[in-house]
Antibody, heavy 121, light 107 residues
Framework: QVTLKESGPVVVKPTETLTLTCTVS??????????VSWIRQPPGKALEWLGH???????SYSPSLKNRLTISKDTSKSQIVLTLTSMDPVDTATYYC?????????????WGQGTLVTVSS | EIVLTQSPATLSLSPGESATLSCRAS??????LAWYQQIPGQAPRLLIY???NRATGIPARFSGSGSGTDFTLTISSLEPEDFAVYYC?????????FGGGTKVEIK
């Protein structure tokens, strides 16, 4: 059974760095045609793709966040980590991790439940 | 970066009616476009990939068409569980981008 679960702080202060972890099960992060993206959704607004990490550890980032965003993975722990620096209230959103794999690659076939992060002092 | 524009923003329909949703790309994405459904409080669900292929388990009332810059999602006869927000996603080039969404609401 494929699952993804996001974890991390519920509230962060402006200027702080956000670190979120996506813990996966039911599949391997090292399989070819396998990757994980981070996607966010501000309250009441549209989905925004943030970045992606490929099976070979290559990354792709949204140009609007490229200077602030880092995605990494720890295959031994089956985890993908998002780090977003200089947080601002406009970064308040539900953050999702989502898998790209197999026949649907690179579309997202499984998603985590999402975690709401609020930026507030 | 490819911009996806969805229209209309909101579609007000009754159960049993047909829904037609549009997604237009700022440049060609070939057939590399997907449609997602999002019910409030839930993660999105993949409906259609590569413009016209239904994902596993998706009912036949959902169909996708188009190529290049103009795409359509059609729901042939709306069921109560179809009232949701729909997003398109292009994977023709990185960065991946989503459209702004179309909300299908009960009239």
């Amino acid at each position: 059974q494929v699952t993804l679960k996001e974890s991390g702080p519920v509230v962060v202060k402006p200027t702080e760095t956000l670190t979120l972890t996506c813990t996966v099960s039911g599949f391997s992060l090292t399989n070819a045609r396998m990757g994980v993206s981070w996607i966010r959704q501000p309250p009441g607004k549209a989905l925004e793709w943030l970045g992606h990490i490929f099976a070979n550890d290559a990354k792709s980032y949204s140009p609007s966040l490229k200077n602030r965003l880092t995605i990494s993975k720890d295959t031994s722990k089956s985890q993908i980590v998002l780090t977003l620096t200089s947080m601002d209230p406009v970064d308040t959103a539900t953050y999702y991790c989502a898998r790209s794999s197999g026949a649907y690659y690179p579309y997202f076939d499984y998603w985590g439940q999402g975690t709401l992060v609020t930026v507030s002092s | 970066e490819i911009v996806l524009t969805q229209s209309p923003a909101t579609l007000s329909l009754s159960p049993g009616e047909s829904a037609t949703l549009s997604c237009r790309a700022s440049q060609s994405v070939s057939s590399y476009l997907a449609w997602y459904q999002q019910i409030p409080g839930q993660a999105p669900r993949l409906l259609i990939y590569d413009a016209s292929n239904r994902a596993t388990g998706i009912p036949a009332r959902f169909s996708g068409s188009g190529s290049g810059t103009d795409f359509t999602l059609t729901i042939s006869s709306l069921e109560p569980e179809d009232f949701a927000v729909y997003y398109c996603l292009q994977r023709n080039s990185w960065p991946l981008t989503f459209g702004g969404g179309t909300k299908v609401e009960i009239k």
